[in-house]
């Protein structure tokens, strides 16, 4: 691939206004960011946000790099990644259903709970298996896919990483300073209903076509 780029201004800007107004819509992604960081605070929904913007760019380079072919012969690995990432998220529900309210948190808890935020959104993502699908039928309305460059690749990347990683962290936003308004009890029926979304999204995502 060549290293100038075959992207003008305008296909960028329509790119990053096509990748907001999807990474905007309602889905599980949006549903998990919201409910880490309603749950466990903001930082908690960054984390998961950047589990989801390493998961799509993974997803980007299979595409443009032309590598379907090969993420179909992967069919086995991806799989088995689908059902790790759903029992993952289904024992986290568990634990979040059956959570006591915590008044100190020492920094392992605090360690251990952003890395687990983090495979939450990365899980999430990669559990979706048609997403390179989908990119490969995206990114031909925006360039030519057999003339891209690693220039052009790199552009791609920084605009999902500030598309879609600064919808979902507004989500984030919004869902933590509505938890900052709630009790103590509240934010305990939070954590169960949070946990049963969890487990909701767990079975979601094995269960799907």
């Known amino acids: 691939m060549p290293m100038q780029s075959s992207m003008t201004f305008s296909t960028i800007v329509a790119l990053f206004s096509a990748m907001v107004v999807l990474a905007s819509i309602p889905s599980v992604s949006v549903l998990a960011v919201s409910t880490k960081s309603a749950t466990s605070g903001f930082i908690h929904g960054v984390f998961t946000t950047m589990g989801i913007v ?17 993420a ?43 890395l687990s935020s983090f495979l939450t959104g990365l899980f999430i993502t990669l559990g979706d298996q048609k997403a390179t699908l989908f990119y490969l039928g ?15 690749t790199g552009i791609i990347i920084a605009i ?8 979902k962290l507004g989500y984030a936003f919004m869902a933590n300073r509505a ?11 939070i954590n169960i209903a949070a946990g049963c979304v969890m487990i909701a999204v767990g079975v979601f995502l094995v269960t799907k076509t």
């Open 54 to 70: 390493v998961g799509d760019i993974i997803f980007i380079i299979i595409a443009i790099w032309g590598l379907s072919l090969l």
């Open 72 to 114: 179909e012969t992967m069919g086995s690995l991806g799989v088995l990644i689908k059902y790790l990432g759903s029992a993952y998220l289904i024992l986290l529900g568990i634990g979040l259903c059956r959570s006591k309210s915590q008044d100190v948190e020492t920094l392992e808890v605090i360690d251990t709970s952003l």
């Open 138 to 152: 995206f990114f031909p309305a925006f360039l030519d896919i057999s003339k891209i460059s690693y220039f052009d």
């Open 160 to 167: 999902t990483t500030v598309a879609v990683g600064g919808v």
């Open 179 to 189: 938890r900052l308004l709630m009790s103590s009890k509240t934010r305990k029926g």
